[in-house]
């Protein structure tokens, strides 16, 4: 089973940037469509971004333009470059294999406070 570690978040200004890493482990990883998930105080667990075996991605509309998911799949890592960040991105981000797959890591803390 791959099993993944969120790395990146932060607290950062609205209006800047961030780049999460996904590392994951496992021998299947380059044959899972992976996603990026946030999940707000109070709020469910969304799907923000997904990103193809082979690399077609597809994005929540609210994050359109603003966010990019990449991944490379020689270090078994997936990435999420958060652009233009506003107070309502503020949120724990996951990563999974689309449809939540894997065992749920611990998650990264973007804040986006001034």
């Known amino acids: 089973q791959v099993h993944v570690v969120e790395s990146g978040g932060g607290l950062v200004q609205p209006g800047g940037s961030l780049r999460l890493s996904c590392a994951a482990s496992?021998?299947?990883?380059?044959?899972?469509?992976m996603g990026w998930y946030r999940q707000a105080l109070g709020n469910h667990r969304d799907l923000v971004a997904t990103i193809t075996t082979g690399g077609i991605t597809n994005y929540v509309e609210s994050v359109k333009g603003r966010f990019t998911i990449s991944r490379d799949n020689a270090k078994n890592t997936v990435y999420l470059q958060m652009n233009s960040l506003n107070p309502e991105d503020t949120a724990v981000y996951y990563c999974?294999?689309?449809?939540?797959?894997?065992?749920w890591g611990q998650g990264t803390q973007v804040t986006v406070s001034s």
């Open positions: 496992g021998s299947n990883f380059r044959f899972l469509a």
């Open positions: 999974n294999a689309v449809g939540g797959l894997l065992d």
